[in-house]
């Protein structure tokens, strides 16, 4: 995303990533209490901004498992960055195969049913899991990424010893 790029070339990325995640939670979090069922234009609003500091939290993403394959390989000597974004992928697959049995059963629990009018209970079911379900965990990886250590400064000395070992 352009903002990313942009925001990196004078921020830190990883303080962006955690910190678009816990904006991420509060903007999730202000749309399930602020939006009514007759405030269109502003759950579009609300949208709009939650996708927009969801989408500068992918190129971070990306990059923080290349910068780990790196600081693995300085670490032990061993690069391994197959099996860093074979894993990744595979625990995306993984992790869409139960997010797709949890949504069903949540769409159960609340009651939801097709091709019908749909009852206030499943309505709040239904904004829950746009909103607060989702929040709560944008919220647990904005908190987890105070402990991811590879920064902008602590990755530019690993590329650099990393450069030195090779010639």
């Known amino acids: 995303m352009i903002a990313t790029t ?23 979090a202000l749309m399930y209490f602020s939006v009514g069922r007759e405030n269109l234009i502003l759950a579009f609003a609300f949208y709009f901004l939650i ?3 969801c989408d500068m939290q992918m190129p971070v993403f990306w990059s923080s498992i290349a910068e780990a394959v790196d600081y693995g390989e300085k670490k032990t000597g061993l690069r391994v960055s197959g099996l860093a974004f074979g894993g990744i992928l595979f625990f995306q697959k993984f992790g869409m195969g139960i997010a ?3 949504l069903g059963f949540l769409l159960s629990h609340f009651g939801y049913q097709a091709d019908v009018e749909q009852s206030a209970r499943s309505l709040t079911g239904i904004a829950l899991m746009m909103t607060l379900i989702p929040a709560l965990f944008h919220l647990a990886v904005g908190l987890l990424m105070k ?10 000395d690993i590329q650099l010893a990393l450069a030195q070992k090779q010639a």
């Open 51 to 53: 996708n927009f500091f």
């Open 100 to 102: 797709g049995g949890i």
């Open 6 to 28: 942009w925001i990196t070339k004078f921020w830190d990325k990883i303080k962006m990533f955690r910190y678009t995640q816990i904006i991420t939670f509060i903007l999730s």
């Open 147 to 156: 402990k991811y250590l590879i920064n902008n400064e602590y990755y530019r």
